[in-house]
């Protein structure tokens, strides 16, 4: 069984930057293509970046293309999403998401596992 935890929510200014972690027990983590989405109040759950098991795909949602990045650390079982240039839109909760051998779906059906999310709060 495959446990995601995220951590390093909290409450900022818009501009600025936070970084999310995500740490993933059991498994093989190097076979899993992570993920992660969030989900503001009221509204459908988003995509937001991914980062494919081989690494060959990272895709990132247009809303936060060149001022987020995604990155893995396969020795440290841990995907990280840094945040910068924050605005009050990207308020929301953040998960993190995995599935074995993935192709680095844009989908929330494609992720079998998911941690139980940080919030993220940008003030303007």
Known sequence: QVQLVETGGGLVQAGDSLRL????????????TMAWFRQAPGKEREFVATF?????????SDSVKGRFTISRD????????????LKPEDTAVYYCAANPYGAG???SFGYLYWGQ????????
């Open 117 to 124: 999310g940080t919030q993220v709060t940008v003030s303007s």
């Open 21 to 32: 972690s995500c740490a993933a027990s059991g498994g093989t983590f190097s076979t899993y």
């Open 74 to 85: 396969n020795a440290k079982n841990m995907v990280y999403l840094q945040m910068n240039s």
């Open 105 to 107: 779906s844009r989908n």
């Open 52 to 60: 494919s098991w081989r690494g060959d795909i990272v895709y990132y």
